[in-house]
Each structure stands twice: as C-alpha cells, then as structure tokens.
C-alpha cells in the first residue's frame, strides 16, 4: 500500500463551473482517504451545508456530486504533506502556474480559495493584506474572458486557530448570498 504523500486527489473540475473551490494541498487524513477534505475536524462539507449551498450535508466521498451542483474542486498543490507549512516555495510556484492554466482552459465564473494562503500563492499577492470575502478585482482574465470572480474564506481546516468556527462556516452564507445575488445559485 502507498504512503500517503504517494497519493494523489483527483481535480472535480468542467466548463462553466459556478464555483471551483481550490484549497492549499491535500492533508494526511484527506490523501489516505482519497476524497478532499476528509479529516472529521474539517468544516468544509459541514459549510456547504450551513451556508445554503447544498441541500444536505454531503460525505468527502461523496466529493463528484459536486458536479451535480455546478461546483468544482481542487488543491492549489497536489503533493500530500502533513501540513502545509512542510511545502516548498517551488511547490506553490508550480501549483500556481498549473492552476492559472486550468482556470483559463475552464473559467469558472467563481474561484473560491479556502484559505489566504492559496490565494495569496495563486495570485502573487503575497505581502499586502487580504480581506476575507468577495475581493474587489476579478483574477486570471484573458483578452476575450474578464476572469473569475474571487471570494477568500478561511481555511476550513480544523488546525485553524485564527477564526472561530462561527466565523468560517458564516463565510459559506456570505458565498451563497453572492450566487443568489448573481442569479447563479443552483438551489433555487
């Protein structure tokens, strides 16, 4: 059996996405397991849920009905480690690169980073301060394509102390108001 930073997670990802959710890289518990977002102390299926933006709360391996929701799923590293702090300034350079060429391919209308750090590594924005929620600027745009939308929550992960759990699931409610706003939440 292959250790876990062997193991791989699969990208959930189509054309005309309504929003692809992109975390940091994959954790022990997630890669073991196969599914993003695996390790029980992680609130980001529970923040589906709560925040409107599924009917029910789904199981990580559950993770391709995503699909079915117009929601789409990846790391901005694909190397498993036991936290992310053990990735190397490489790793996110070359995640950054792969991910700025997937999003052109596919243009999601939202990209929503769980965790500043990934957004910070995917768009080069790595000394100003960050506000949490809908930035001001769309990102990864092309001379026919303005870009996707942004929105930045905290990281759902349960090693993260510097938000409360309220304050991370209510960032959830802040993304489906968003959809709801744009006429593109696909709960009606």
């Known amino acids: 059996m292959l250790p876990y930073t062997e193991k791989w997670l699969p990208t959930?990802?189509?054309r005309d996405l309504i929003v692809l959710f992109c975390g940091i890289n994959p954790g022990r518990v997630s890669a073991t397991a196969?599914?993003?977002?695996?390790?029980?102390?992680n609130l980001f299926w529970r923040g589906l849920y709560e925040?409107?933006?599924?009917?029910?709360?789904?199981?990580?391996?559950?993770?391709?009905?995503l699909l079915d929701y117009g929601y789409g799923i990846t790391d901005l590293v694909s190397r498993p480690t036991r936290s992310s702090s053990d990735l190397k300034e490489e790793d996110f350079a070359q995640g950054g690169a792969q991910?700025?060429?997937?999003?052109?391919?596919?243009r999601p209308r939202v990209i929503c980073f769980n965790g500043?750090?990934?957004?910070?590594?995917?768009?080069?924005?790595?000394?100003?301060?960050?506000?949490?929620?809908?930035?001001?600027?769309?990102?990864?745009?092309?001379?026919?394509?303005?870009?996707?939308?942004?929105?930045?929550?905290?990281?759902?992960?349960?090693?993260?102390?510097?938000?409360?759990?309220?304050?991370?699931?209510?960032?959830?409610?802040e993304l489906s108001a968003f959809l709801r706003q744009k006429g593109w939440h696909p709960l009606r």
Do not use: C
């Open 12 to 14: 959930y990802i189509r």
């Open 34 to 41: 196969g599914y993003h977002y695996a390790n029980p102390a």
């Open 51 to 65: 925040g409107g933006l599924t009917p029910r709360q789904l199981k990580p391996e559950e993770t391709a009905s």
């Open 99 to 106: 991910f700025s060429q997937m999003v052109g391919v596919y």
């Open 116 to 173: 500043i750090t990934a957004f910070r590594h995917a768009t080069g924005r790595k000394k100003e301060p960050i506000r949490l929620g809908l930035q001001p600027d769309r990102f990864f745009g092309q001379t026919d394509w303005p870009g996707s939308y942004v929105f930045v929550i905290p990281s759902t992960s349960g090693a993260n102390a510097s938000f409360s759990r309220e304050e991370r699931l209510a960032m959830f409610a």
